[in-house]
């Protein structure tokens, strides 16, 4: 069976749950307020696409290709997009939830994660260089034998990060926020 391939459309509150996107490579594409709640994307390719309040909660990541993707508003619970297809990988997250979801081991460098909850979301071993986590809810999100170079972690809330774990070399913190790197300590701050 041929794949689609379908360039510069837009998709608008469409309901993929009922009736499935078409299997293939989506190049410039806008898909607006659709729900793709547990649809498996698995193989497809979305290169230069906007998700805007779309629900990709629980999707199936398997070797899907996200290429210069941009989320914002979206509602991505769950997704484990370690599945991905690593080749090409970047995606920037504008005003998503990605609670419980997981980027083990990926590569992303340069990530903008913008007003997003992160939540108990696992980036474990993920290289996060020059990233940034614009007010962010990071509670209880793992970070363990990340690489968090140069990441700006500023105006991120709720962190804890073991900088005995990770490597941290000029990523950029608050004042405030310097309490989620000594958690492991268990003492008390005060201002």
Not at 103 to 118: E, M, P, R, S, V
Request: glycine residues 6%; contains cysteine; negative net charge.
């Amino acid at each position: 069976m041929e794949e689609a391939y379908i360039e510069k459309q837009l998709f608008s509150n469409n309901n993929f749950t009922e009736s499935p996107l078409a299997a293939g490579e989506y190049d410039e594409c806008l898909f607006k307020g659709c729900n793709f709640s547990e649809v498996n994307l698995s193989g497809f390719k979305f290169i230069d696409c906007h998700f805007e309040d779309c629900n990709l909660g629980l999707i199936k990541t398997g070797k899907t290709a996200w290429r210069n993707c941009r989320f914002t508003g979206c509602k991505m619970i769950g997704v484990k997009f370690d599945d991905c297809n690593p080749i090409g990988l970047e995606m920037q997250f504008d005003g998503c939830n990605l609670q419980h979801s997981s980027f083990y081991k990926l590569k992303i460098k340069a990530t903008g994660f913008n007003n997003c909850n992160l939540t108990e979301t696992d980036f474990t071993e993920a290289d996060l260089s020059n990233s940034s986590f614009g007010e962010c809810n990071l509670l209880d999100a793992i970070f363990d034998n990340s690489i968090l170079e140069k990441a700006d972690f500023r105006t991120a809330y709720n962190y804890a990060i073991d900088p005995e774990k990770n490597r941290i070399k000029k990523a950029k913190f608050s004042l405030a926020g310097v309490a989620g790197l000594l958690n492991k300590y268990d003492i008390s701050i005060t201002p």
